[in-house]
T-cell receptor, first 113, second 113 residues
Framework: NAGVTQTPKFQVLKTGQSMTLQCAQD?????MSWYRQDPGMGLRLIHY???????DQGEVPNGYNVSRSTTEDFPLRLLSAAPSQTSVYFC????????????FGDGTRLSIL | KNQVEQSPQSLIILEGKNCTLQ??????????LRWYKQDTGRGPVSLTI?????NTKSNGRYTATLDADTKQSSLHITASQLSDSASYIC????????????FGRGTSLIVHP
């Protein structure tokens, strides 16, 4: 199993550009989520999905869109990049149940100029 | 507001020494508390989970404790190794159907030879 795979690992954008961060998992996990991690702050939930076709907002959803057409994939879209979205983005997945551990990808480091 | 506070923010110890990291939370209603280890440039990896009825749980050289009355948890690392250098993150989940866990900001541990 590859686990959770995120692409790209690094990306530099200009303000106003759009892009999609990719996330794929091969563990047949129902629950998937996107977080951002900023210096001195805990991981903050952007969006999450409890299954294919179902998504919901987390704590900091503004400026981001998600979709979940398959169990395996959960892409995160930045609609119009802003410098405040410079961060490290982590995708995670887990089985149903809050007692299940989240499996994280290794992150996408995004800089917006 | 649900909060998770970790201390110390950073810690430097010599290889072979023991250390204890603290996590205090105000999350309610409590479901479980999980400790993650995050190596530099990688995603977090689960170390252990504590539920309401558990006081102590070990995973190799890592021992977690939970005091549900005082809403405190600790992670004790015994005979530290250079590979223990990482950020340790405390995460608390609530019961009742919420999918949004609360993350602490982490403790950065550096183990020197």
């Amino acid at each position: 199993n590859a686990g959770v795979t995120q692409t790209p690992k690094f990306q530099v954008l200009k303000t106003g550009q759009s892009m999609t961060l990719q996330c794929a998992q091969d563990m047949n996990h129902e629950y998937m989520s996107w977080y951002r991690q900023d210096p001195g702050m805990g991981l903050r939930l952007i969006h999450y999905s409890v299954g294919a076709g179902i998504t919901d907002q987390g704590e900091v959803p503004n400026g981001y869109n998600v979709s979940r057409s398959t169990t395996e994939d959960f892409p995160l879209r930045l609609l119009s990049a802003a410098p405040s979205q410079t961060s490290v983005y982590f995708c995670a997945s887990r089985l149903t149940g809050v007692d299940q551990p989240q499996h994280f990808g290794d992150g996408t480091r995004l800089s917006i100029l | 507001k649900n909060q998770v506070e970790q201390s110390p923010q950073s810690l430097i110890i010599l290889e072979g020494k023991n250390c204890t990291l603290q996590c205090n939370y105000t999350v309610s209603p409590f479901s479980n508390l999980r400790w993650y280890k995050q190596d530099t440039g990688r995603g977090p990896v689960s170390l252990t989970i504590m539920t309401f009825s558990e006081n102590t749980k070990s995973n190799g050289r890592y021992t977690a404790t939970l005091d549900a009355d005082t809403k405190q948890s600790s992670l004790h690392i015994t005979a530290s190794q250079l590979s223990d250098s990482a950020s340790y993150i405390c995460v608390v989940s609530i019961s009742g159907g919420s999918y949004i866990p609360t993350f602490g900001r982490g403790t950065s541990l550096i183990v020197h030879p």
